[in-house]
Nanobody
Framework: QVQLVESGGGLQQAGGSLRLSCAAS????????MRWYRQAPGKERELVAV?????LTNYADSVKGRCTISRDKNTVYLQMNSLKPEDTAVYYC?????????????WGQGTQVTVSS
């Protein structure tokens, strides 16, 4: 019922910037939270940032002060500045909502971010 497509990843040197995009379609009015997760090779998937339908935001300590999550219509963005090699990961967009009488989570396919040292 919700489809998510990420884009904007790529290769950057340490200290550079990237803006990731997540385009949502479907039952977007039922979405309560939009999140960015990331997963590096050999590591567990971790929450990076979240934005609520009311515009409240929160960030992981590892990216606080360097990243900004925002929403514009049906697209959620993650602006990443002062990139570090440890930011290298596949970044996934996640949407959570109560749709057809169930709590549901939807995931995009991911976009690769690589930060060279």
């Amino acid at each position: 019922q919700v489809q998510l497509v990420e884009s904007g990843g790529g290769l950057q040197q340490a200290g550079g910037s990237l803006r990731l995009s997540c385009a949502a379609s479907g039952s977007i009015s039922s979405i309560n939270y939009m999140r960015w997760y990331r997963q590096a090779p050999g590591k567990e998937r971790e929450l990076v940032a979240v934005i609520t339908s009311g515009g409240l935001t929160n960030y992981a300590d590892s990216v606080k002060g360097r990243c900004t999550i925002s929403r514009d219509k049906n697209t959620v963005y993650l602006q990443m500045n002062s990139l570090k090699p440890e930011d290298t990961a596949v970044y996934y967009c996640n949407a959570e909502g109560y749709i057809t009488s169930r709590f549901r989570n939807y995931w995009g396919q991911g976009t690769q971010v690589t930060v060279s040292s």
